[in-house]
C-alpha cells in the first residue's frame, strides 16, 4: 500500500472541532454493514426526505431540469427533479461500499460497454485523458473503472480537512496517482508517460482566461470549462469520454464512448460544445442520476436571467 500523505495523518484531526466529521465517519461506517436492499432502501428514504425539504437544492434541481428537458411535462420534471434526490441520497450511501466492503460481488456482475474504444485509445500510447461527469453513484464507481482499467484521476479537495483525509486514504484503496488544479503540470507529465486520468469537468467556474467558455449544454449556454482542450494540446494524448451508472439489483454499469478523433481543434467553443455533447449522451442513459443538485448555469450570459429563483 502507497504511504500515507503526512496531511492524511489522522493525528492531526484529535480536537474538538472535528467531532461532528468523525462522528459522520463512524455514522458511514456502521451505515456499511447494512445488507445491499437495507442500503437501497435507507438511501431511497433519505432522498424522499431531502426532496420533501426543498430548498436551495430542490431550486437548483428544478432549474436544472426545467432548462435541460424543456419537452417534459411539468409533473415528469418534477418526477425527475424527486428520482434524483433518491438516486443521488443512494449514491451517498453506496460510497460505504466504495470504502469498506468487499467489492467482488460488485466487479462479478459489472457491465462494461464500449471497452474496445477503451483498449483502442489505451494502445494508441500516448496517454489517456478519460472525460466524465458527476454521476450519483460518485466514490463507488472508482473502483469499478478501477476493476477495468488503472484508475487516476483529478480531483477538488474537499473544504473539511478530515473529511478530505479520510475520502483520499479510502481511495487509495483502488486509485494510483491523484492530482488537483494546483498540480496540472505534474499531471500533464503523468499523461505524457502514457497513462490514463479521469477527469470531471461539469463544474461551472465562471467564464474567462483560464476558467471556461459560453458553450451550448442541452441546448443552454453553459459556463464549460476549456481544460481538456489544453491538457490535450499540452500532452497530445487520446480523449475519451466516460459514464457510469446504478442498472438495478446489485449490477452498475461503466460506458466508454469512441476516441475524441481530431480533438482539440483550433476552435475553442467547438472543443467545448464536443465534451458537452458527449456529456449529454451519457445523461440521457439514466437522466436521474446526474448531479442536477449542483449550480450547472450559475454563470450567465450577461442580461439573462438567473434559472434558479
Known amino acids: 500500500m502507497r504511504t500515507i500523505r503526512p496531511e492524511y495523518r489522522y493525528s492531526n484531526f484529535i480536537h474538538p472541532k472535528y467531532l461532528g466529521t468523525w462522528l459522520l465517519i463512524g455514522l458511514m461506517f456502521l451505515i456499511s454493514f447494512l445488507p445491499y436492499s437495507s442500503k437501497q432502501k435507507l438511501g431511497a428514504w433519505l432522498g424522499m426526505r431531502l426532496y420533501k425539504l426543498g430548498g436551495s437544492r430542490y431550486k437548483t434541481a428544478r432549474g436544472n431540469i426545467r432548462a435541460c428537458f424543456p419537452e417534459l411535462s411539468e409533473a415528469e420534471q418534477e418526477e425527475l427533479i424527486k428520482q434524483t434526490f433518491i438516486s443521488n441520497a443512494i449514491g451517498y450511501v453506496e460510497n460505504t461500499i466504495g470504502w469498506w466492503r468487499p467489492l467482488e460481488p460488485y466487479f462479478e456482475k459489472l457491465e462494461v460497454h464500449g471497452k474496445e474504444h477503451l483498449d483502442e485509445a489505451l494502445g494508441r500510447g500516448k496517454g489517456v485523458l478519460l472525460v466524465g461527469g ?18 487516476n484521476y483529478m480531483y477538488r479537495p474537499q473544504n473539511n480537512k478530515l473529511l478530505d483525509a479520510f475520502i483520499e486514504r479510502h481511495r487509495m484503496r483502488y486509485s494510483q496517482e491523484k492530482f488537483t488544479k494546483r498540480e496540472l503540470k505534474d499531471m500533464n507529465e503523468f499523461i505524457k508517460q502514457g497513462n490514463l486520468v479521469w477527469y470531471g469537468p461539469d463544474q461551472d467556474v465562471g467564464v474567462g482566461p483560464k476558467r471556461g467558455i459560453f458553450a451550448p449544454f442541452f441546448g ?10 489544453w491538457i490535450a494540446r499540452e500532452t497530445g494524448c487520446t480523449v475519451i469520454q466516460m459514464a457510469q451508472f446504478r442498472e438495478g439489483d446489485g449490477v452498475y454499469s461503466v460506458h466508454f464512448f469512441p476516441i475524441l478523433e481530431g480533438f482539440p481543434s483550433d476552435n475553442a467553443l467547438e472543443n467545448a460544445a464536443r465534451i458537452n455533447k458527449g456529456l449529454e449522451e451519457s445523461i440521457r442513459i439514466h437522466p436521474e442520476q446526474y448531479l442536477w443538485l449542483h449550480r450547472r448555469f450559475k454563470t450567465r450570459p450577461e442580461g439573462e436571467p438567473s434559472l434558479y429563483d
Open 220 to 229: 443552454v449556454p453553459c459556463a464549460t470549462l476549456t481544460t481538456p482542450e
Open 134 to 151: 458527476h454521476f450519483s453513484i460518485m466514490d463507488f464507481a472508482g473502483p469499478l473503472v478501477h476493476h477495468v482499467t488503472t484508475f
